[in-house]
């Protein structure tokens, strides 16, 4: 599988400005990428609570609409955040698209300081099967707890892409946790963060990761905006789940009800 990673330097409230950039990647991909990744909320950047409401689009909106039109255009399939509008609830959301139109949405689960009093949490884990392999989102601080990725698992994820907005100096921590949750999972992640100064004076990270089912570190970007290209080998999958499987030894399972969906889609409910 051919992945390339659009690690870019965002504006905050500045759709039409991340728009363009993300057209501009999604026009450079190699001919025969199969999947682009971009950062946590990418398309809209970080809302304030006082600008969230003129920010935020609803996913048939015209700016995924316009990201629809360019994966279809391509045939490739595209992950992107954005900040959501649901009928004046507003969502830290990610989304996967292919040239079909939206295959998967994810809202953050895990509000971090910035995200509380902007965004509502999420209530479900969600996964879905694109080109033979069942792929989940998790956003940002979401993998820093260990159960997001294993609520992931539970659903048959093998493909774990984190869209992440992480700044100085918490770098090293998402290094870490990208690397454990591969690894305790048996499963691929992707991650792809935001580099350079937002509004506030953040400095985000870079520190784009892809990471094998063992737990390697495969590949890792540096500070610099750049659009990257990995090859995932899928047979690591069937290699590191060979010997041992974690989730068919675990003793203790998180609860919530399953939901599978006709389309292939299935969904761990979060218990109130």
Same mark, same amino acid.
């Given at each position: 599988?051919?992945?390339?990673?659009?690690?870019?330097?965002?504006?905050?409230?500045?759709?039409?400005?991340?728009?363009?950039?993300?057209?501009? *990647?999604?026009?450079?991909?190699?001919?025969?990428?199969?999947?682009?990744?971009?950062?946590?909320?990418?398309?809209?950047?970080?809302?304030?609570?006082?600008?969230?409401?003129?920010?935020?689009?609803?996913?048939?909106?015209?700016?995924?609409?316009?990201?629809?039109?360019?994966?279809?255009?391509?045939?490739?399939?595209?992950?992107?955040?954005?900040?959501?509008?649901?009928?004046?609830?507003?969502?830290?959301?990610?989304?996967?698209?292919?040239?079909?139109?939206?295959?998967?949405?994810?809202?953050?689960?895990?509000?971090?300081?910035?995200?509380?009093?902007?965004?509502?949490?999420?209530?479900?884990? *969600?996964?879905?099967?694109?080109?033979?392999?069942?792929?989940?989102?998790?956003?940002?601080?979401?993998?820093?707890?260990?159960? *997001?990725?294993?609520?992931?698992?539970?659903?048959?994820?093998?493909?774990?892409?984190?869209?992440?907005?992480?700044?100085?100096?918490?770098?090293?921590?998402?290094?870490?946790?990208?690397?454990?949750?591969?690894?305790?999972?048996?499963?691929?992640?992707?991650?792809?963060?935001?580099?350079?100064?937002?509004?506030?004076?953040?400095?985000?990270?870079?520190? *784009?990761?892809?990471?094998?089912?063992?737990?390697?570190?495969?590949?890792?970007?540096?500070?610099?905006?750049?659009?990257?290209?990995?090859?995932?080998?899928?047979?690591?999958?069937?290699?590191?789940?060979?010997?041992?499987?974690?989730?068919?030894?675990?003793?203790?399972?998180?609860?919530?009800?399953?939901?599978?969906?006709?389309?292939?889609?299935?969904?761990?409910?979060?218990?109130?």
């Amino acid at each position: 599988m051919k992945v390339e990673f659009a690690q870019l330097a965002g504006r905050d409230n500045g759709t039409a400005y991340n728009l363009e950039r993300a057209l501009a *990647s999604i026009a450079a991909c190699a001919a025969d990428t199969q999947l682009i990744v971009f950062p946590e909320t990418h398309l809209m950047g970080f809302p304030s609570a006082e600008t969230v409401a003129a920010t935020a689009e609803p996913i048939d909106g015209p700016t995924v609409k316009a990201i629809i039109r360019a994966a279809y255009a391509r045939n490739i399939a595209v992950v992107i955040g954005m900040a959501e509008n649901d009928d004046g609830k507003f969502y830290n959301t990610t989304l996967m698209i292919t040239p079909q139109g939206v295959a998967l949405r994810y809202r953050k689960t895990h509000l971090w300081a910035s995200d509380r009093g902007v965004f509502n949490a999420g209530d479900r884990y *969600s996964t879905c099967v694109w080109n033979g392999v069942r792929v989940g989102l998790l956003i940002c601080y979401d993998i820093e707890f260990p159960e *997001s990725a294993r609520a992931l698992a539970q659903l048959g994820t093998e493909l774990l892409i984190v869209t992440n907005g992480n700044m100085d100096p918490y770098g090293p921590t998402h290094r870490t946790s990208i690397m454990a949750r591969a690894q305790e999972n048996q499963a691929f992640a992707l991650m792809v963060n935001r580099v350079e100064e937002g509004d506030g004076g953040l400095t985000f990270a870079g520190g *784009s990761a892809l990471v094998d089912p063992f737990g390697t570190l495969l590949f890792e970007a540096g500070r610099e905006e750049g659009q990257f290209r990995v090859e995932l080998d899928l047979e690591q999958l069937k290699a590191a789940r060979k010997d041992y499987r974690y989730l068919d030894d675990q003793r203790l399972k998180l609860p919530g009800e399953v939901i599978e969906r006709a389309d292939g889609t299935r969904e761990l409910l979060i218990p109130a």
